[in-house]
């Protein structure tokens, strides 16, 4: 069974350009999770999606922050313009959804470079 | 809310000897607890989890941890650390699956030889 896959793994960018990072999580699992990790830090949650629908986004800075998960499968997570805070690891994960434990299958990761 | 609280950012143990990793959790009802693994350029691996059956849990590469309700406590142990356990540890609560992770800040383990 295939992973959560993210790309790309890697983006370096200059300060105000934009950027998008992809996630394909595991088939059949509806609930996907965009986190933020920051250097030494946890993962922090951006959104949270059930299917289609974000039912979680109150952490995500909506002023240059969009996300999106059109047919209930793989998302973009999509920043414009980017700061040099934003360099950080963007994690997406997946799960079953409502009834499980809450147990999360992480992706490798995207890591953003802000120059 | 519910969150968690990991003791000491980085941990040092020599080869062979017990790893012990401390985790100690905020919640207001039973909680669902977890322990997972990064390794350098990673994404999380689980390593185990505990779901209100036995307060005991065995994970993989020889990790368990033992819910302690009395103590708010979810520590990770290994009895003989091995160099390949080097990496980031997280601990992370939730209540209900319809609750996304929240996860502590991270335990640096490294093992020296």
């Known amino acids: 069974e295939a992973g959560v896959v993210q790309s790309p793994r890697y983006k370096i960018i200059e300060k105000k350009q934009p950027v998008a990072f992809w996630c394909n999580p595991i088939?059949?699992?509806?609930?996907l999770y965009w986190y933020l990790q920051n250097l030494g830090q946890g993962p922090e949650l951006l959104i949270r999606y059930e299917n289609e629908e974000a039912v979680d986004d109150s952490q995500l800075p909506k002023d240059r922050f969009s996300a999106e998960r059109l047919k209930g499968v793989d998302s973009t997570l999509k920043i414009q313009p980017a700061e040099l805070g934003d360099s950080a690891v963007y994690l997406c994960a997946s799960s079953t959804g409502q009834g499980d434990t809450g147990e999360l299958f992480f992706g490798e990761g995207s890591r953003l470079t802000v120059l | 809310a519910q969150s968690v609280t990991q003791l000491g950012s980085h941990v040092s143990v020599s080869e062979g000897a017990l790893v012990l990793l401390r985790c100690n959790y905020s919640s207001s009802v039973p909680p669902y607890l977890f322990w997972y693994v990064q390794y350098p350029n990673q994404g999380l691996q689980l390593l185990l989890k505990y779901t209100s059956a036995a307060t005991l849990v065995k994970g993989i590469n020889g990790f368990e941890a033992e819910f302690k309700k009395s103590e708010t406590s979810f520590h990770l142990t290994k009895p003989s650390a091995h160099m390949s356990d080097a990496a980031e540890y997280f601990c992370a609560v939730t209540y209900s699956g319809n609750t996304p992770l929240v996860f502590g800040k991270g335990t640096r383990l490294s093992v020296i030889a």
């Open positions: 088939s059949g699992h509806n609930t």
